[in-house]
């Protein structure tokens, strides 16, 4: 639920303010479920390869034209694929980094110089070790094939082998391979183009100082952006370079932002409008409304991340995954030097550069700047960016051709299998810890970026549990809230499974949509004046359809409060203030719906079940079990 807060609760004024969604744990989700689909897509090709190499390799070279008047745009069906669908690819990854840079871990510039150190450490270690195999060879050219690493096969394959606790580990992850795909995209554009065409280069590039000026002047208007970036992906088709290179730069060129207090309250006032005047015309202002409140970063990455995810990359492995592994092959394969400078590159080269270069920065920086997850994590990190396939084919098949493009495409293959077993193997090897070395093995001792804005005071907010618990779970709830009241049910279980917690709640009642939350929120704060907040808190969420001032007239009765001081503190609206104060820390902390977590400060994005909470509550003991070294 979105909220605004009233002055009164019979004012109707309401106050709205922006939501930072998580879209890490959505990222994230998309990213290993799509993985299965690959992996599906990968041996159908290589099936389909080894029973009909004819076959394949004729389909995904049938030529598809695109005409208008005299132009003509001609490329083979694994080009359209290739150069056309994966733009959309890189289009996610360029949003999501963005995304991450304007409201999300990179938001502290500094979070992002170690990620940008490793990611660069682990493409030129591998880039050192396949030209020390390939030197002086023609083979050389294939350099940038083990550059990347393939960013839902990495987040799949760490969702499998890596531990259950530490989204951090995952968002580290994240933040190098996405480093990867951007540099190697840009390597992509530079170092392989074919027949470059300076003029059609000035023309994307003019055709981009229009996108930024548009983006610049604050136009909206969606149509406009992607004609501009049909017009750019074929100047740049046109140049000779990769027109991949597009969507990622539209990513990177498109901003995100939580939803404004103006536009969320725009939104609010259209649906009652449209809840007075059910017609279609109020039906689609309240659709542009609501759609108006979210960045444009935000809709994009809806729009486009399940179809990059699920069709085209699988697609693309289905394209260029085959290959016919025989015997002949295996036999230049176990002396050829594309395969074994593309394994061993991957294998011992990514996982080298980014630990060595992680290290260094720390020891450099004198741990100022040191990674957000222990050195056994960073190690799975490292091991994980061994699997390169989905850029590393998509830079195989510009750099090599004929047999050496069949060599590295195995080598491809197999790296990816060697460096999921070797993460497996890093994170067993980490379990096998005691705890406390466990916890700062995996977790490390970065500190984290605090989302909880005013912390708790044991003098002034509402706690249950030990005053000195090495957890706090806060929650801005609010009494009417439906999914308050399905959450307080696993609040109370979490409670029991950890006796060792803090849990305090705070006001934020929804009074757009709830009428009576504000107050059924004054007259907790009523029974706590006598010593009773957190009776009357369990009792208003046994009865949240009853919440008039006769219900909780009886509920005080019940619990045998004085009923005249009851009746003062409301009829005087002395809780109020203390209301707003939760109100204003929740504005402060960039909350607006309910029921919202922090775990230690930091805020619980995704389910909140019992299993997602203790989860996070789990993490945070592990955490909270390390001190800085």
Known sequence: MTRGASRSPWSGQTTWVGRVDASLRSFLRTETGSARVVVVATVAALVWANLGPTSYESFWHTPFSVQVGEWTLSRELRSWINSGLMTLFFLVAGLELRRDFDIGELRERRRFTLPLLAGLGGMLVPIVIYLAFNAGTATASGWGVVMATDTALALATLAVLGPRFSDRLRGFLLTVAVVDDVVAIVVLAVAYPEHPSPAALLVAAGIFAVVVLARTVGLRYGPVYLLLGVAAWVAVSVSGVDPVVVGLLMG??????????????????????????????????????????????????????????????????????????????????????????????????????????????????????RPPVGWAAVTGVGTVSGVGFTVALLIASHALSGPALDEAKLGILVATVVSSVVTWSVFRLAARLPEARRARALLGSADEIVDLLVPVRTDRDHIRGPADAPVTVVEYGDFECPYCGQAEPVVRELLAEFTNIRYVWRHLPLTEVHPHAQLAAEAAEAAGEQGAFWEMHDLIFEHQDALRNADLLHYADRLGLDLVRFREYLTERRGADRISEDVDSADLSGVSGTPTFFINGRRHHGAYDIVALSAAVKGAFAQAKIRPE
Not at 332 to 353: C, D, F, M, Q
């Open 252 to 369: 990177l060129l498109t901003y995100a932002y939580a939803p404004g207090r103006v536009e969320l309250q725009r939104a609010s006032d259209l649906f009652r409008l449209f809840r007075e005047q059910p017609t279609p015309q109020f039906a689609h202002s309240v659709r542009a409304g609501l759609i108006a409140a979210l960045s444009p970063n935000d809709r994009l990455q809806h729009l486009y991340h399940p179809w990059a995810s699920y069709l085209i990359v699988p697609l693309f492995a289905l394209a260029n995954a085959g290959v016919v592994i025989d015997g002949e092959l295996l036999a230049r394969a176990a002396t050829s030097p594309v395969t074994i400078g593309v394994v061993v590159a991957y294998v011992l080269g990514k996982p080298a550069g980014i630990i060595l270069t992680s290290r260094l920065v720390a020891r450099l920086t004198h741990n100022r700047l």
